[in-house]
């Protein structure tokens, strides 16, 4: 009974376990069927997840934006030293004897280089070994280095300037298989991956090894990962050290493999690997990484460098070479002894390597996007043509117009002065902004959108809105000259007020609070008078001006008061730039440019930026006013830029000046630049600086030091000259002034001047023979 | 066979080409002012010279034309202009460029812009007027084309 009855419920138990175990297997073949399921329905997202980045674009490869290529030429005003800097912006290296592109050898005066093979809009230009002989701060000769043979000009690869990569701050250039030299692909394998032409994407063996060492040594001190398993955690997956994560890591390794060759997958890790970081961007792959420590290209690396960079794949900042030398050294001397063991290096190899020292510092190639105000126009240029994802996408090749000479004294001489000028006025927060634009080309040379060049941020060349104050001038006077005024015409500069309905009554005055009387035109816009402007713009009509404001290039609405012939509406720097622009290429409109092409990966041209003019003022006209805006150098309100530019050059120009000198302009042009400075505070408090205290300033020191070609304005058809005798207006008024040469378009030279034989300009006009410049003296003392 | 179709299409502009270089070379010869002559205005800067960097860029240009590579010719001669950018010769051959680009409202104005370069430059203001009244006529504009040719005629 007990028995049965022990029995009974032993048999219910069987039966029990028995159904429970069926059920369990049951349950145990569901959850294996379903997991089975999952894993599949996971690999293959997984799978697709590789496919997708592995067939589409495996990178988005930023646009690379290029300075403008340095061209040299027989007798161009340049320097052995302007030469060096560009090239080592150019990432050139010095080189004994200048053996390979991209290398150069500098003996005093004579230069020697290696350009680079680089694809412009017109084509491949070629690398060449040249040798630039430079004499009394100019180019003497360029010959080829190897025949001797005297060539008329070379162009040089142009410097990288930044790449615009928005989402990731990653940077990198690509290489294909056939660039990666089998140096640097053994030792890769030696140390990293021994097993990687055999293994399935994970090794086994190796897992075991770093098990075995690192449960030894009691943490972690080796890795088991394949070359592909770190290809895939870089690639795909982010940086946590979870088990989720390497069960990933290897079923996406081992799906890799599956569909990609192992070639395939090596290009990809040597892209890939992240090998260092430059301020804000991240260093990748081998291409890069060559280039921004050693200036090479990877092929050619020597084997110490070679082992120098695999060496840094186990921690790009903790073996960095310009802030941990001694561990970086040490590092790369295990690789070394690794790479001898493996017989990637022979003993002779090994010797000379290990004996090398690491690569100075100083070599290494930063100044990625170092012209972030600059960089900035070009990108708005481009946001115009392009979708941001075309930009970023495929590497595209981004040609500018940006002059590093020009740039770097546009940098140097602006935070300087400001700072000068705060210590003077003792008032601080100054800021500033300048524009350089080629004269007929309108190509924008370099760009400072404040004082601090490197400092992201309020572009104030583009975006600070300030009132103009008296840079409208020319445009009043243009409008005058072109609607029967001469350069000779008196006008009243006396006091004025206007009304109009529904506004105050408005009482303009002279910045010298006086009344000057009756005044030639041309000297009302030497000196500047307010007083006599308004009369002239209120004759000739505001809406007028507004419209050649326009015309200039400013096209946008103005509303048509007064004040605006004062200069009460507000402009950017570069607004005013592109106005002056159209002045100084002789009454035609040349739109600013600061792109010249845009090339895809693989050198073909998707845009042009061509140059395009546009007759909008007559010739002759302009020729006036361009004459009497010499007249604001040579004896108006500029005088004082005599202290800055010598005399020969000649510069037009306008000073500006806002109400309560908030705001201190200057824009003018020699005979090959044009410039636009700007200083004011970003609080629009006042400056206590006029337009010739400030700006002013600045403009004279950048052009000072900077290769000037003096200003010629070109006589068209039509124009008489006339020595003016001021007595006619000695009637009239006090004003004495002395005799000048004015030009007249025909027919309208006034009576009372006496006539000079027709077309023949003062001697000042002629074209003078270029003495020795003051910039280069200047230079010389800052090297 | 893309060549053969645009020499086809080109054909009178190629001839047209190589006569305006034929008139450019023996302008060339005539136009240099006198030695010791001040060159008045700073206008009618010499002829580009050759085997100077604005020469040789210049050279090129002239190849790319005639291989109907007017696109390649435009760098080219941008190029020069940087060198040279008050060369009103320049200027005129970015002209006949932009002709042959088909672009005849700019032949015009670059021909406008040579012109206000030129200074005394008469034979080079006469092309200038020439071509620009065959890019008028081109564009349809018969009047200008006409004024533009009596100008041609009254450059001398």
């Known amino acids: 009974m007990f028995r049965k009855k022990k029995a009974a419920p032993k048999k219910a138990q069987n039966k029990k376990i028995k159904s429970l175990r069926s059920a369990f297997t049951k349950v145990v073949i569901i959850v294996l069927v379903l997991s089975s399921v999952a894993f599949i329905v996971y690999a293959n997202y997984l799978n697709k997840v590789i496919r997708a980045k592995f067939d589409g674009k495996r990178w988005a490869i930023p646009a690379v934006i290029y300075a403008r290529p340095l061209e040299l030429y027989p007798d161009l005003a340049f320097t052995t030293e302007m030469l060096e800097e560009e090239l080592l912006l150019g990432g050139y290296r010095k080189d004994q004897a200048a053996k390979a592109p991209g290398g150069y050898d500098r003996r005093g005066n004579v230069m020697h280089l290696i350009t680079r093979d680089f694809y412009f809009s017109d084509g491949l230009e070629k690398s060449a070994g040249v040798t630039v002989e430079f004499a009394g701060q100019r180019v003497a000769a360029i010959t080829r280095t190897d025949t001797g043979e005297h060539l008329s000009l070379v162009r040089i690869d142009p410097a990288r300037i930044g790449s615009f990569h928005p989402r990731e701050h990653e940077d990198r250039i690509l290489l294909t298989r056939a660039d990666l030299p089998d140096l640097l692909v053994k030792s890769l394998i030696a140390v990293e991956d021994r097993h990687y032409y055999i293994h399935f994407g994970v090794d086994p063996f190796a897992i075991a090894r770093a098990m075995f060492v690192n449960l030894r040594a009691g943490e972690t001190v080796q890795g088991g990962s394949t070359l592909t398993q770190q290809l895939v955690k870089n690639f795909f997956l982010n940086n946590r050290r979870t088990l989720w994560r390497k069960i990933n890591e290897a079923i996406m390794a081992v799906l890799l493999e599956m569909h990609y060759t192992k070639d395939e997958i090596l290009t990809a890790y040597a892209n890939e690997i992240f090998l260092g970081q430059d301020g804000a961007r991240a260093v990748h792959g081998f291409g890069l990484a060559s280039q921004f420590y050693f200036r090479r290209d990877v092929k050619d690396l020597s084997p110490a460098q070679v082992a120098m960079l695999v060496g840094m794949i186990k921690g790009p900042s903790f073996y960095d070479p310009r802030r941990n030398v001694e561990r970086c050294l040490k590092r790369r001397q295990v690789v070394l002894d690794m790479m001898r063991a493996e017989n990637v290096i022979t003993e002779e190899q090994y010797q000379t390597a290990k004996a090398a020292r690491l690569e100075s510092t100083d070599n290494i190639l930063s100044g990625f996007n170092r012209y972030p105000a600059f960089l900035e126009l070009v990108r708005r240029q481009l946001d115009r043509d392009y979708r941001e994802e075309d930009l970023t996408g495929d590497g595209m090749k981004i040609l500018t117009t940006l002059d590093p000479q020009v740039q770097m004294q546009v940098e140097k001489h602006l935070s300087a002065t400001i700072s000068t000028l705060e210590k003077r006025t003792g008032r601080k927060g100054l800021e500033g902004a300048v524009v350089v634009s080629s004269r007929e080309g309108g190509e924008i040379l370099a760009l400072a959108g404040g004082r601090h060049p490197l400092k992201p941020g309020f572009n104030r060349a583009l975006d600070a809105q300030r009132p103009i104050g008296s840079l409208v001038k020319p445009a009043v006077y243009l409008t005058a000259l072109a609607n029967g005024y001469t350069l000779a015409t008196p006008v009243d500069d006396v006091a004025i007020t206007l009304t109009s309905a529904g506004t105050k009554k408005w009482r303009p005055a002279n910045f010298d609070k006086r009344e000057h009387g009756r005044v030639p035109l041309y000297q009302a816009l030497a000196q500047s008078y307010n007083l006599a402007t308004i009369r002239i713009g209120m004759d000739v009509g505001v809406d007028k001006v507004v419209e050649n404001v326009k015309l200039m290039g400013v096209d946008r609405d103005f509303s048509p008061y007064p004040s605006f012939l004062l200069g009460a509406a507000t402009m950017s720097p570069l607004e005013v730039s592109q106005m002056f622009q159209t002045l100084a290429a002789g009454g035609f409109y040349v739109p600013q440019r600061v792109i010249g092409s845009v090339l895809t990966a693989d050198n073909k041209v998707v845009k042009r930026f061509g140059l395009s003019v546009e007759q909008r003022f007559p010739a002759n006209t302009i020729f006036l006013l361009n004459n009497a805006l010499k007249r604001v150098v040579s004896e108006g309100t500029a005088q004082s830029l005599a202290g800055y530019i010598p005399d020969y050059i000649k510069v037009a120009g306008k000073t500006g000046t806002s109400d309560d000198l908030r705001d201190s302009w200057f824009a003018g042009f020699t005979g090959d630049k044009l410039a636009v400075v700007w200083i004011g505070r970003d609080d629009n408090k006042p400056t206590r600086l006029t337009g010739a205290g400030g700006a002013m300033v600045v403009w004279g020191k950048i052009m000072q030091s900077l290769p000037l070609q003096p200003l010629e304005l070109t006589e068209p058809e039509g124009i008489e000259w006339a020595r003016v005798d001021s007595s006619y207006l000695r009637s009239l008024t006090d004003y004495f002034g002395e005799n000048a040469w004015l030009p007249f378009i025909a027919g309208s030279t006034p009576r009372q001047t006496v006539t000079a034989q027709p077309a023949s300009p003062p001697a000042v006009e002629r074209r003078q023979k270029t003495g020795t410049g003051l910039w280069d003296k200047i230079r010389s003392l800052f090297h | ?156």
């Open chain 2, 1 to 156: 066979m893309k060549t053969g179709n645009r020499t086809h299409v080109w054909n009178p502009l190629w001839v047209a080409g190589l006569l305006f270089a034929v008139i450019l070379l023996l302008h060339g010869c005539a136009a240099r002012p006198p030695a010791g002559e001040p060159v008045v205005g700073g206008g009618g800067k010499p002829p580009v010279q050759q085997g100077t960097a604005a020469g040789t860029l210049l050279a090129s240009a002239h190849q790319a034309v005639q291989a109907g590579q007017f696109n390649r010719a435009e760098v080219t001669l941008e190029r020069a202009l940087r060198v040279e950018p008050r060369n009103a010769g320049l200027w005129h051959e970015m002209a006949q460029v932009k002709y042959g680009q088909e672009d005849y409202g700019q032949a015009v104005q670059f021909c406008l812009k040579a012109n206000s370069l030129a200074g005394r430059d008469s034979a080079l203001i006469k092309r200038n007027w020439l071509l620009m009244s065959r890019a008028y006529a081109k564009m349809g504009d018969m009047d200008k084309a006409e004024q533009a040719s009596m100008k041609a005629a009254a450059a001398n």
